[in-house]
């Protein structure tokens, strides 16, 4: 299953899965931790996960419940925590042995099984192979890179959400002391759409909901989510929430299995029996419906209180809490039945349930993730979502608010310690006061914008810290080309993958420590520290012996460069801050707001939750209060003969990383150039379950984007769309094609046409 050959698809299909996890997925989280580690290590990194004092799992960012479970972690945190702590080593051997060239061949699978890097290494102009390179070596040369750019705006910081609230801190510092704000990260592509449109209405970008508003709530959306692959443990607290006498409704393009029904593996009932039945009712939306729903779901509350005043609203929280609710109501009053059943694709008595179970609900949680933010219309989508709740005062309030759910572990963590690339005046302020510099006051690029620098020639080079840029962004063969005309491209990673092999003149590797890998510096072991989904902040310390004796911390990393670099500049004990992360969590608590006594606090067990005054009532906006907006209707429309595609995620990949070719409760085996499709729209466009097509997208700017050779499987997704595996389809999203305001590419609605290739039968096709 995990072989270290390239694996060549060899797809087969059984029914998609009606229930998710179970004693099968504990199976299958053990089978992968044993084809990377040993027993010992397995064991070790299991019991020690999500535990107080242990490793937070690297997968997303769901938060732990306070009564821990033993086995606090699902089937796939234990397959994310093993990959990282596979016992497969990458060494400097391992690159002369294959060309950059080469290794650009092999499938992402293929470079992430070859095991953790060990060895810094340089890429030299001209050269055709990776070279070993000390780590003083390394560190001047990029020192020297950087300070020899024209202007500071030519070099790019890139983060991904898994990196530590230390190491993001010291990375903005360093990139503004260097005089730069250009900070894109991971969340550009995830879940920006979420902040804009939060923070435009409720004055802060996060989720306002804990685990116990979950448990608490009356009535959960989970919308645009799939959480029996992507966040399993939410499962176990929809699972509190139904047994408390709340209700779930799923709105997705695809019956997800564990929106239909769990089995839980860390109880008896869910071991042997049929598992819990998790939402109540589905709605099977068209792709970029949602926004259209939630203006139903409006206008129905605004008319039921017409008949019947005084009952439906909260007007006590609206007078108090809200502005634009007049113009609000006008414009909802005015959405058309016929274009929201269009964009939906629903009927109207399936809305109209909805609204009937919303009105005997007291309090609701929306809860959403990328099938929301990726569209182009995302942020008038979730700021609808938001107008819908404030409707009855369903933000502040226990079991109630808005939960967007998050991806990486970190993603939360690394925005409120500042990367990002217009971080309010306030934290400027504070930061530049705290280190004695002015930090830049013009806004740096974000990931598209970076791309679009780097294909201009604008941006010469580029530091990834974790990540895997060149496959998480959008119209592969730009951004590819875009990274090729770089000077230099530095990457701070675990494992190989594909922004290794596509790399600038000069390239780096710099082989850093992971969240199991034990953190020893001068003045002993130290712990690192991350904010999940619902804002708790605690401590993470890796177990295990590191990958290798040549990998640095990614803090050492960046004080060590940052030293080099800006040393001379403003002068910040970089130094000391890689002797010791307690000094650096000292500056964190001075800084950014909420971490006041940030050493004491975070060893509570537990750690502590982030104050978000949004349950205050404290809206952080101009007008000091919750805004309603007016959000234009729109639509996704595909052509006659189109369909809308989204990429998405399989059960056993990581983001940019397949662990296996498998998507289990989906019913794919042994294959991902898949493209799922429902039976009725397959016979409209002459096609047939197992063609080979190619996916051509279609965009305004005329350019060919062709995703070749993938099988069609046929499924029961919502009519019109498609669905097919990131990141071998992000060829197919055009760079240009971004939701409005956040600048997230819209990987969730891509207009495409499928071409057959060969028949199934073996005959040439069209
Ligand atoms: N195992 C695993 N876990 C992960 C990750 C991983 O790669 N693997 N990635 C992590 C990260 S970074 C993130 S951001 C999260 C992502 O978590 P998800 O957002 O669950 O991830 P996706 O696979 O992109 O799935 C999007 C879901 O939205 C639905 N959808 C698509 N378009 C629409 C639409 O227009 N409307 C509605 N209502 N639904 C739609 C899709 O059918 C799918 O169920 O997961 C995190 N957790
Ligand atoms: N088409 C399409 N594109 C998408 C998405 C989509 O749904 N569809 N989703 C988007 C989303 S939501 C996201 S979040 C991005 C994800 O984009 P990224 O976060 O950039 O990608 P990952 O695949 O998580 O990065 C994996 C690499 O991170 C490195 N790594 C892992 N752990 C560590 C660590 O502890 N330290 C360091 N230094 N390195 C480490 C390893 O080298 C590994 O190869 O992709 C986005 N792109
Ligand atoms: S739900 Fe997320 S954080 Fe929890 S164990 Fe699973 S992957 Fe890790
Ligand atoms: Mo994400």
Redesign the pocket.
């Known amino acids: 299953m995990t072989s270290l050959e390239d694996p060549k698809d060899n797809l087969s299909v059984t029914p998609p899965k009606e229930w998710a996890a179970g004693v099968t997925a504990v199976r299958h989280a053990i089978e992968y931790s044993l084809s990377q580690t040993s027993v010992r290590k397995t064991a070790l990194t299991l019991l020690s996960l999500n535990q107080a004092n242990g490793i937070d799992c690297p997968?997303?960012a769901w938060p732990e419940p306070d009564r821990r479970h033993r086995n606090e972690y699902c089937e796939?945190g234990a397959k994310?925590i093993n990959d990282e702590a596979t016992t497969r080593r990458v060494t400097d051997e391992f690159f002369a042995r294959h060309s950059i060239a080469e290794l650009d061949t092999k499938s992402d699978y293929w470079l992430n099984q070859q095991g953790r890097l060990t060895e810094p290494m340089v890429k030299r102009p001209g050269a055709t192979h990776y070279e070993r390179i000390r780590w003083n070596e390394a560190l001047d040369l990029i020192a020297a890179e950087l300070r020899a750019l024209d202007s500071p705006d030519e070099a790019l910081f890139y983060t991904s959400?898994r990196v530590s609230n230390e190491a993001a801190f010291l990375l903005q510092l360093f990139a503004r002391v260097y005089g730069t704000n250009n900070l894109p990260d991971?969340s550009n592509m995830?879940?920006e759409s979420s902040g804009s449109a939060l923070g435009e209405t409720l004055g802060i970008g996060k989720g306002s909901v804990s685990l116990d508003d979950i448990y608490d709530a009356d009535l959960i959306f989970v919308?645009?989510?799939?959480?029996g692959?992507?966040?399993p443990r939410m499962l176990s607290a929809l699972e509190e929430t139904k047994r408390n006498g709340g209700h779930v409704i799923a709105?997705?393009?695809?019956p997800?299995a564990g929106l239909i029904r769990f089995k839980n593996p860390q109880n008896a009932r869910g071991v042997v029996g049929r598992g819990t039945p998790i939402a109540d009712q589905f709605l099977q939306?068209?792709?970029?419906?949602?926004l259209a729903l939630f203006q139903a779901l409006n206008r129905l509350l605004l008319e039921a209180e017409d008949a019947a005043p005084g009952t439906v609203l909260d007007e006590d929280f609206i007078r108090a809490h809200t502005t634009g609710f007049e113009l609000f109501a006008d414009a909802t009053r005015q959405v058309s039945w016929d274009a929201v059943l269009a964009a939906t694709g629903l009927a109207r008595a399936e809305i109209e349930q909805v609204h009937q179970r919303v009105l005997r609900s007291k309090k609701i949680i929306v809860c959403w993730?990328?099938?929301?933010t990726q569209?182009k219309h995302g942020v008038p989508t979730i700021r609808e979502i938001v107008n819908f709740l404030l409707l009855r005062g369903n933000i502040g309030r226990p079991g109630a608010g808005v939960c967007p759910?998050?991806?990486?572990s970190n993603?939360q963590g690394d925005r409120t310690m500042g990367i990002w690339e217009r971080m309010p005046q306030e934290f400027m302020d504070a930061l530049g006061q705290e280190f004695g510099f002015t930090p830049p006051a013009a806004h740096g690029l974000d990931s598209v914008d970076a791309i679009r620098a780097m294909r201009d020639g604008r941006a010469k080079v580029f530091i990834g810290v974790a990540g895997n840029f060149v496959r998480a962004t959008p119209d592969s063969e730009v951004t590819e080309a875009a990274l090729r005309r770089c000077r230099l491209t530095v990457q701070i990673s675990t494992k190989l993958n594909r922004s290794h092999t596509v790399c600038g003149e000069i390239a780096l590797i710099l082989p850093t420590l992971g969240r199991s890998d034990r953190d020893e510096q001068a003045t002993g072991e130290q712990f690192v520290t991350v904010e999940d989904s619902m804002s708790q902040v605690h401590a993470s310390r890796g177990r295990l012996e590191p990958a290798g004796p040549g990998l640095l911390s990614e803090v050492a990393i960046i004080c060590r460069l940052a030293r080099r670099t800006v040393g001379d500049k403003v002068s910040i004990p970089w130094d000391e801050f890689e002797d010791d992360y307690g000094l650096i969590r000292d500056r964190i608590a001075r800084v950014v707001p909420g971490f006041e006594n940030f050493n004491q606090r975070v060893e509570a067990p537990a750690g502590f939750r982030l104050p978000n005054p949004v349950n205050d009532y404290v809206f952080r906006t101009p007008s000091k209060k919750a805004v309603f907006t007016c959000n234009e209707f729109a639509m996704l429309e595909a052509p006659e003969g189109h369909l809308v595609l989204?990429s998405?995620?399989s059960?056993d990949?990581?983001?940019t990383i397949p662990y296996a070719m498998n998507d289990r409760y989906r019913g794919i085996h042994n294959a991902r150039r898949v493209v799922l499709v429902n039976p009725a729209d397959l016979e409209d466009l002459g096609l047939a379950d197992r063609d080979l097509v190619d996916i051509i997208s279609v965009w305004h700017d005329g350019v060919e984007r062709r995703a070749r050779e993938f099988s069609v499987v046929a499924y029961p997704a919502a009519r019109g769309s498609a669905?097919a595996y990131?990141p071998e389809t992000n060829v197919l999203v055009p760079l240009d094609s971004v939701a409005d305001v956040s600048n997230t590419p819209t990987s969730?609605?891509v207009v495409v046409r499928l071409e057959r290739v060969v028949a199934t039968n073996g005959a040439k096709g069209e």
């Open positions: 997968g997303c796939n994310h959400g991971c995830c879940h919308v645009g989510q799939n959480p692959t992507n966040h709105v997705n393009p695809l997800e939306i068209r792709p970029g419906g949602d993730a990328m099938g929301l569209h759910v998050r991806g990486h993603v989204q998405l995620r059960h990949q990581w983001n669905a990131y969730k609605g």
